[in-house]
């Protein structure tokens, strides 16, 4: 489906129904917004296969760009490092409104070599369950995430202009009451639209969306996979980060923080094995 009034910018699964309205869900953007039935358009499948494809182009893209880096990486740390150093990447616990998308990152993150445990926990309900995760797996790094969404002709700079924000917001700040530092947990939050300033100011490192704009679904992971492989003796630009996610400065802001990855000794296959299958 796509809104005409919207020009057919966006294409939506419908997966709710009231009154005439309906409640959409974006086919390959972390949006959730509101229309009336007649106000949509069937799109043909071709065209929603078409946008599909150009998605999982975009993902494969920056997953080339991060395997890239980390040869790169790899190379110079020969260079400066033994060779003997196990490689221990920080660890992330994900909390997802959208339980497609929850199972795409995991796989993602397992492809990427970052130890992570994820939950669908609807957007309402994540400031409820963040406090007992944290302590459940004690990750060095944290995704609040799911969909969001800017009411049609409302202020910015408002709360209350937003779906999910508000959720989002809580649940930085019910996290940085278990972990106040943030570089002792680092937290990315937020979707398409989000109040970026907003989830910033309770806490985030990361956050959606400087300039209200959709974000990528995989931003969330592409972000904080570069965090879990800078080393934990450097602290990582915003820029720097930002050059990891699809849609950059537009829809994902940040501050400086310390990376994640730990050199370890001696390089036993069985102490990277249990590390890894803690987290699991």
Known sequence: MARKSYKGDVLFH?????????????????????APENDLIVVSK??????????FRESLNMMKK???ERVL?????????????????????????DQEYLNLCLEYYRQL?????????????????????????????????????????KAAGKLSSYRHSADFAEAVGKARKVVADKDG??????????????LMEAGANFASSPERIFIHPFDPLFIMQKVAYTSIG????????????????????GVQTRGKLRLGLPKTGLWQKGRRNERD
Do not use: W
Request: charge should be neutral; include cysteine; aromatic fraction near 6%.
């Open 234 to 253: 450097r602290v990582i630009s915003p820029k720097e980060v930002l050059t990891n996610s699809v849609v950059g400065l537009a829809g994902i802001g």
């Open 73 to 97: 990486e790899k190379t110079q740390l020969r260079a400066s490092e033994n060779p003997e150093y196990i490689r221990l990447p920080g660890r992330v616990l994900h909390l997802d409104g």
């Open 185 to 198: 947990l680092v937290i990315f939050a937020g979707a398409c639209q989000s109040h970026f300033e907003a």
């Open 66 to 68: 991060v395997f890239g």
């Open 113 to 153: 070599g970052v130890p992570a445990v994820g939950y669908c926990v609807g957007e309402e309900l994540q400031a409820g369950r963040v406090e007992a995760l944290l302590h459940a797996h004690r990750p060095d790094l944290l995704v609040l995430t799911g969909h969001d969404a800017m009411f049609r002709g």
């Open 14 to 34: 419908v997966v709710g129904r009231a009154n005439g309205q309906c409640l959409l869900k974006g086919l390959n953007l972390r949006l959730l917004a509101d």
């Open 46 to 55: 071709a065209e929603a296969e078409k946008k599909r494809q150009q998605f």
